[in-house]
């Protein structure tokens, strides 16, 4: 993550799980998915006129 933009290195994925990847050029948004119950978790990075902000749900 830089001063004004960021990039994804790498999201690997535990067993039993997929990824999801959605990249623009101002965002990025990475979301983990469980196959067997749904559950899933996300991580957030944007910079649109402001320093990059991570946000998880």
Not at 17 to 22: P, R
Not at 26 to 42: D, E, L, M
Request: charged residues 20%.
């Amino acid at each position: 993550m830089g001063d004004t933009s960021a990039s994804l290195v790498s999201a690997t994925t535990a067993s039993g799980w997929t990824k999801e990847e959605w990249k623009a050029a101002w965002h990025i948004k990475v979301t983990f998915t469980n196959r067997s119950s749904g559950r899933a978790s996300s991580m957030d990075c944007s910079w649109y006129q402001h320093p990059p902000l991570v946000e998880k749900s």
